[in-house]
Every structure is written in structure tokens, then in C-alpha cells.
Nanobody, 122 residues
Framework: QVQLVESGGGLVQAGGSLRLSCAAS????????MGWFRQAPGKEREFGAA????????HYADSVKGRFTISRDNAKNTVYLQMNSLKSEDTAVYYC???????????????WGQGTQVTVSS
């Protein structure tokens, strides 16, 4: 089992920044990659960014590319999501996930955190 705990969400004005953290514990060695997904009210969960533990390779959804940066600290088993130039449409619950790849498909992720709320006021 892998446990994931997100932190760092909150309320920010449009144009501002936030950094989310996701601390992983347990059998993290069984996972290949980590991803950040988000779900806005009334919408489906969507992919945001992903990273592999070993190579650090990343990829992003078009909606966040150039504004968000995903990174990892292997020594701390922690993944970060630096979010800059936030927009009102970024308002959502943000979830981190661990799984067998660093793909954009939620089905590749077996373990999920409880989520952290990000609210961007315009």
C-alpha cells in the first residue's frame, strides 16, 4: 500500500501562485510515477501533470503547460506542483496519485490522496 497526503491548497487571487505538496509513504518503490489531477464542481476529474520517480520526465496538460511545474524530491518521497499565473478556471480540488506510469490516464494510478482545495478568486 501507498499513502498519499496533499497539502498547500488555499485561496489565492488570480495571477497569484501556490505550491502543492504530496508526501508519499509505504511501498513507494512499487510505483513508477506520480500525477496531479483536478476536479472542479460539476466536472470530471482531469489530468494536470505527471512525473516519473526515476528519470524525472514530465508532461503536462495543455491547460497548465507553461504555468505549472511538477517536480519531485526522491529523498523525501514528495512531489510538488508549483502553480503560477493562476486563473479562476484553475479552481478545483487537486489530487495527487501514484501508479505504474506517468501517463495522463487516471486508470494508470492505483493510489490517490484525499485532495486539497485550490480556489482562485478573480
Amino acid at each position: 500500500q501507498v499513502q498519499l497526503v496533499e497539502s498547500g491548497g488555499g485561496l489565492v487571487q488570480a495571477g497569484g501562485s501556490l505550491r502543492l505538496s504530496c508526501a508519499a509513504s509505504g511501498r513507494t518503490g512499487s510505483t513508477y510515477g506520480m500525477g496531479w489531477f483536478r476536479q472542479a464542481p460539476g466536472k470530471e476529474r482531469e489530468f494536470g501533470a505527471a512525473i516519473s520517480w526515476s528519470s524525472g520526465s514530465t508532461h503536462y496538460a495543455d491547460s497548465v503547460k507553461g504555468r505549472f511545474t511538477i517536480s519531485r524530491d526522491n529523498a523525501k518521497n514528495t512531489v510538488y506542483l508549483q502553480m503560477n499565473s493562476l486563473k479562476s478556471e484553475d479552481t478545483a480540488v487537486y489530487y495527487c496519485a501514484a501508479g505504474v506510469s506517468n501517463s495522463s490516464w487516471s486508470g494508470d494510478y492505483e493510489y490517490w490522496g484525499q485532495g486539497t482545495q485550490v480556489t482562485v478568486s478573480s
